[in-house]
């Protein structure tokens, strides 16, 4: 498929986006996701951040395997996600979950800088080279559990979190600055919840349950 097939695939996924959002409008509390979310999902090239198998598939609205038993995640949970968090020019993001970059890539067009972390080195590799074809110069990548942040550039204005643990990790509730929000997935394998953490200018925590969600466990966690 050439460049210009793709965008058009790329064109029929953000409708996909926005018809879904509309669907699930009440569980959300909203039926259109903000324009620069939906503006950066119609830029950046999802086909270049999965397996080139799976390159012609890559504009459905649906997860997808991009190796070692992870996929990358629906684009309308990539969308709502990235809403969720109210992303602002200035923020430094910590992602836990880099897969092959994608969701960095859309934090990165909207953020100042992106931290990521990736439990498996063969896919912080190839996600280092797909971020660096692209010319991202404001991601930076690291192998390690992601369970435990990243510490040394904490705190973040924002977290979010691409593998379901089965509780919150207590480390990124820390890490994350007053005033600051997470959004993770978590729960038990057969009852996930997409789950918003808001911090208060007071440094106090709460959460709200936005949606049922499936994700692969977050690696790392299970050994906590």
Known sequence: MNEEQFATLRQHMILEIAAQTVLVGEQIGKYSLDARVMEVMGKVPRHDYVPVEIQPYAYLNRPL?????????????????????????????????????????????????????????????????????????????????????????????????????????????????????????????????LILVEKDTDGRATTKEILPVRFSQLEGSESV
């Open 65 to 193: 395997p991009i190796g070692f038993d992870k996929t990358i995640s629906q684009p309308f949970i990539v969308a709502l996600m990235t809403d969720l968090l109210q992303v602002r020019t200035e923020d430094v993001i910590l992602e836990i979950g880099t897969g092959l970059g994608y969701q960095a890539a859309i934090l990165a067009e909207l953020a100042h800088k992106v931290y990521s972390i990736e439990f498996i080195e063969a896919l912080s590799q190839q996600a280092t080279r797909r971020l660096s074809r692209a010319a991202y110069t404001n991601i930076e990548i690291k192998v390690g559990n992601g369970y435990y942040g990243w510490p040394e550039h904490a705190p973040f204005d924002k977290v979010i979190v691409t593998a379901a643990p089965d509780l919150i990790p207590p480390p990124l509730i820390h890490q994350l600055k007053p005033g600051g929000r997470m959004v993770i997935p978590a729960g038990l394998p057969d009852n996930q919840k």
